[in-house]
């Protein structure tokens, strides 16, 4: 079993900044793929940002500039610096990792989520 566990959601104004952590831990083989997704009150999941473990990435167009993902692997730890926050940011952010453990095959896992609040 892999555990994902987010921090560093809060409240920020517009234009401000945070950045999000997530660290992985339990028995793990290898992983493959790291990335956030968000979940806002009446839309649906999004993703927000992918890293793989030759660190490539991909961003979600309305975050793109704005938006970096990056990676420890050292630490098992993917982050995400979000600058020019806008209120159509807020949502609640998940971490998600495709991780090996018990065999070299990947499996999803998924953190509870941090909130991100972005309001005057």
């Known amino acids: 079993q892999v555990q994902l566990v987010e921090s560093g959601g809060g409240l920020v104004q517009p234009g401000g900044s945070l950045r999000l952590s997530c660290a992985a831990s339990?028995?793990?083989?290898?992983?493959?793929?790291m990335g956030w997704y968000r979940h806002a009150p009446g839309k649906q999941r999004e993703l927000v940002a992918t890293i793989t473990s030759g660190s490539n990435t991909n961003y979600a167009d309305s975050v793109k500039g704005r938006f970096t993902i990056s990676r420890d692997g050292a630490k098992n730890t993917v982050y995400l610096q979000m600058n020019s926050l806008k209120p159509e940011d807020t949502a609640v952010y998940y971490c998600n990792a495709v991780a090996a453990t018990m065999t070299p095959d990947g499996m999803d896992y998924w953190g509870k989520g941090t909130l991100v609040t972005v309001s005057s």
């Open positions: 339990g028995s793990i083989f290898s992983i493959y793929h």
